[in-house]
Every structure is written in C-alpha cells, then in structure tokens.
C-alpha cells in the first residue's frame, strides 16, 4: 500500500513537471523582427491587460508580455514587480505594416490606458507599472509624438498626459506563465 502511494505521488510530480512548462523568463533580449514586419513596444500597467487589446487584430502577428527600460538583463518578474530593475511591464507587438498602421497601434494603445497617472495604472502602482512609448525609430517617434499632442490637445482624458516617449532599448520576454494571460 505504501509502496503504491509512492508510486503514484512520484509519477504525479512527474505529469505536473512536465505539464507546467517554464517558469523563467527567455534569455536574453527578443531577435528583431522577420523581413517584412515591424515591431511596436508599449507599457501600460499590467502586461495582462496590455495583451487583449492588440490580439486578433488584423495585421498583429504576436504580442509578447514581458519587460523593457530597466538596467537589469534578463529581470525575472519577482525583480521588475519589486520596482528595483527601472523596467516597465510592457508589450512587443510584432506587426505587418501593410495590414495596420503604428498610428492604428499607438490609438488602441490610448484607449487602453490612462494616460494622465505617473507611474500607476488602476490599483497597480510603482515604475514597473508607468505608461511608455517606447520607439524603434525616428519615423515611430515622430508618429508617437504626434499622436500624444492631438490626445493632450483634444482634452478627451481631462488632465495632462504623462506617458513617455523613449528609445527602445532591450525587451526581455515575461516568463511564460504571463503569455496570453
């Protein structure tokens, strides 16, 4: 009987490891993007809430959740959720500009965000959780900048838009128990 219990915990542990998959974030940054695709990268609170928007759209090829804009290589989401990395949550939206616009990307980006709270997006608050911009080139700066005036301008969140627009740097995938989430 003992030696049955035995069995049968051990071979459990075994389906649930094999089941899990992995709980460490990539290593290292993510690749650029094949010929022919673009990448944007936005933060916006919680990389949870940041995926939905931009999934099942026409043109998005994936959405990855992970960490970018902090010092620290390969942060592990214990590191960047304690606010110690300068990473943001983020999403790396990997798209066909011939099916959507980045100008498409940066208005669904607006509408999922509060754009006017430093650091703090709904209950999440801290640097890991500020709003963000972050550009591959100057053709996406200009494009976001542009964007970000016409939002301040037309008064529509009733307070001064605080989101940065900055270069983008490293982008490190979450672990994968936050994808698709």
């Not at 490891?17 to 940054?29: D, L, M, N, R, V």
């Not at 801290?126 to 080139?137: E, K, P, S």
């Amino acid at each position: 009987m003992l030696r049955s219990r035995f069995a049968l915990s051990w071979a459990l542990l075994a389906l649930i490891t094999a089941c899990g998959g992995s709980s460490t974030a990539a290593a290292g940054p993510t690749p650029p993007p094949p010929a022919g695709l673009e990448v944007a990268t936005f933060a916006g609170g919680c990389f949870w809430c940041m995926e939905p928007p931009f999934e099942g759209i026409d043109g998005v090829q994936s959405v990855v959740a992970g960490y970018t804009g902090g010092s620290k290589v390969d942060p592990t989401y214990e590191e960047v959720s304690s606010g110690g990395t300068g990473h943001a949550e983020s999403v790396e939206i990997t798209y066909d500009p011939k099916k959507v616009s980045y100008e498409q990307l940066l208005d669904i980006f607006w509408h999922s965000i509060n754009p006017t709270t430093k650091n703090r997006q709904f209950a999440d608050v801290g640097t890991q959780y500020r709003t963000a911009i972050f550009v591959h080139d100057e053709a996406q700066r200009k494009a976001a900048e542009a964007s970000k005036k016409k939002w301040d301008e037309s008064g529509v969140f009733g307070a001064p838009i605080v989101t940065e627009i900055v270069d983008a740097g490293p982008f490190y995938a979450a672990e994968d128990y936050h994808q698709d989430f």
